[in-house]
């Protein structure tokens, strides 16, 4: 159990042949040489080199720290956001805390921002939702995100479970996989963190200092508080995603105050994401979108439910790419098993020369996308020609990510009803508790 607040390692930029940015003021290495303005950086041979734009240079081997003075802060260029997804781009990003520049295998950089926790946590509430969010909802975050990360710190080091490869099947789960020279990344692989320039309105700032030090707890551990942004109406179980152990504040329920049934069966998984019941994600409103999403997660404006239609020729080049299997011609794809939000966990793809079944819900997602679907929650129709040959597919689906833990539009929902914190953490982490530990 954490009982201080710890200093953690954000790697921003890695595998990167250059590194540019600023120190907007003075920063220091470790044998006391001030540094400001623009930089640039590169490794070879093992030692980094940054140049600044008085035309000095700095080297050393393996690594360079530059330790921030007061209120200084850094800008990076180039960092991308939404790596692998639909909403993939490059921004500057400005941080807090130290840098640190690593040189790695065959001359390339990894850029890596080490701050305080709690300092950490503005940014991550503030780029995972918008900073114009109600106060309970950045609340909720602040505690839900500070949980993930102490809980992610206590597992580093511990092996990843084994990926099932029997004949015939390519079942995978991705979990966080550890990162080489820090502790987190900086993007939706671990947790949005994009600097201080989200960071636009005091609710944050106060968000984060109301609720210092503070965790959900389950059994007197830590909770591994996942979160998504969209559930579609109901949440999954953990199981149906990661490793095959049930997760009892990780299990599914319904995002409205009224529960639904799970999903058991293909006829009901159908009625249930071709139908638009009533929950708290269930939203279109696009003020009250503007208020809590980021701007380019309001590009997404389809997320509860939602349909993806190819050509036959289209999806099975797709999967040619993704698998690295020729199916022939694609004649169904059929969900094996679901679990009880409708999302599928193993999917049977049938082809002309090929059969293969997939899964877990990120692997589907992944094969049937050049980035990502939203989610694994769709059920599949074929429109076929005179000689039942299939011309196109048909994908309606619900929600918009892997569907466990807090749904991030239902909880701003919520709180914009008058939901308190503590009251969307309990609904969606059943039977965790919250605890001050520092």
Known sequence: MVTEEPKI???????????????????????????????????????????DSRGRAFAGPGMLRFVHGEASTFTLAGVRIGIGFHWEREQEQTFQG???????EGGNMTAVNEIALEDYLESVIASEMSATAPLELLRAHAVMSRSWIASMLGRKGKPAQPVSRRPGERIAWYGREEHDGFDVCADDHCQRYQGIGVIASGNVREAVRSTRGIFLVYGGDICDARYHKACGGLTENFENVWEEIPVPYLSSVSDAALPFPPVRTEEEARQWICRSPESHC???????????????????????????????????????????????????????ERGPSGRIVRLKIEGSKESLVVGKELEIRRCLSRSHLYSSAFVVSRECDPSGLPVRFVL???????????????????????????????????????????
């Open 9 to 51: 390692g954000v790697g921003v930029l890695t595998d990167r042949r250059q590194v540019r940015g600023r120190f907007n003021g003075p920063f220091r290495l470790e044998n006391g040489q001030s540094v400001d303005g623009a930089f640039s950086a590169h490794a070879e041979g093992g030692r980094v080199t940054v140049a």
């Open 396 to 438: 309606e689906g619900a929600g918009w990510g892997h569907g466990v833990g807090l749904c991030q539009i239902g909880a701003a929902v919520m709180a914009v009803r008058g939901a308190a914190a503590e009251d969307i953490l309990k609904h969606y982490f059943r039977g965790a508790a919250l605890r001050r530990c520092y």
């Open 282 to 336: 269930n939203t279109s409103d696009t003020g009250l979108l503007q208020q809590i999403l980021p701007a380019f997660d309001r590009e997404t404006a389809d997320f509860f439910r939602w349909r993806v239609v190819y050509t036959r020729d289209a999806l099975e080049a797709i999967l040619r790419e993704k698998t690295g299997l020729d199916f022939g011609i694609l004649h169904h794809l059929t969900p094996l």
């Open 98 to 104: 130290d840098l640190a520049l690593m040189a790695r």
